[in-house]
């Protein structure tokens, strides 16, 4: 039998197999314009779903995250097992896809909390961990479907939108914050019966605020939502796209629904 050490040598090593592999698919998937028909195929319908991916390998987590994206998903990225745990607590999402060698805390042991806590968001575990052994513990320990890396684009998607159908559950697909609405099928904001008309970048913001309503988002969650994963350009043009949204969503609802916390990013508290 394998040593915790060459098990974890070996899980590193799959990791980097599977980052430049995953890499080379989305690009593939991406010049050939057909992310979103993979994704409009798998699912059926057009619906935006909100993932959460706790995953410590940026060249992994970068790549996960983009080729989601692409395919029309909002997606969290976490590299951190604790801190993966606070936000699957805290917040909701359609689907969880879980690393099992993270920083701060183990897969497994984040799962049996999520599962002990009584929390049944669905989790799918991506890991290099792929023996018999390996993926009966991810299953007995409340994982709905374990893949082992490397894993291509399409088979990923189709997993997530099967562990739904399972599921039961939809994507939403309103968003509602006092008297706001989002619409993510029509991609329309309205207040109050008025449709407020915002550009790409401002819907996508409001998007990301109204999920995260009442918490703190920070300048640096919104530009690597909005551009990279990787963001590491200055923050300062957050706020020129903040100030034109909070203008038009306070002509919409008469009052200021977007509040900047000094010092860390901005609130949205509405009703």
């Known amino acids: 039998m394998p040593s915790d050490v060459s098990r974890v040598a070996a899980g590193k090593t799959a990791n980097l ?7 080379l698919a989305i690009v593939h998937l991406s010049r050939a314009g ?18 959460l991916v706790i995953e410590d390998d940026p060249g992994i987590g970068r790549a996960v995250q983009k080729g989601l994206c692409e395919a029309g998903h909002s997606c969290d990225w976490i590299k951190d097992g604790q801190q ?26 984040l799962l049996r909390t999520l599962r002990e806590e009584g929390i049944k968001t669905p989790v799918l575990v991506m890991t290099a961990l792929g023996s018999v052994d390996e993926r009966v513990a991810g299953l007995t320990d409340g994982a709905d479907d374990y893949l082992v890396k490397p894993i291509a684009m399409p088979e990923l998607l189709a997993r997530i939108s099967a562990l739904l159908r399972r599921a039961g559950t939809k994507p939403s697909v309103t ?10 099928s029509t991609r329309r904001v309205s207040a109050r019966g008025t449709v407020i008309d915002l550009t790409p970048t401002e819907f996508s913001i409001l998007d990301i605020l109204m999920r995260h309503a009442g918490q703190v988002v920070t300048r640096k969650m919104l530009c690597e939502s909005l551009w990279a994963a ?15 949204l909070r203008t038009k969503l306070q002509d919409g609802v008469n009052e200021s629904v977007i509040h900047t916390v000094r010092g860390r990013g901005y609130a949205l508290r509405a009703g």
């Open 17 to 23: 197999i599977f980052s430049e592999f995953f890499n």
């Open 34 to 51: 057909s992310v979103k028909y993979v994704h409009s195929e798998v699912m059926g319908e057009n619906l935006q779903m909100d993932i």
């Open 84 to 109: 993966g745990l606070e936000v699957a607590r805290t917040q909701r999402h359609d689907i969880v896809l879980l690393d099992l060698m993270l920083p701060g805390l183990p897969g497994l042991e």
């Open 175 to 184: 968003l509602q914050a006092g008297d706001l609405t989002l619409d993510l």
């Open 230 to 244: 990787d963001w590491e350009g200055t923050t300062n043009v957050i706020e020129v796209h903040i100030n034109r």
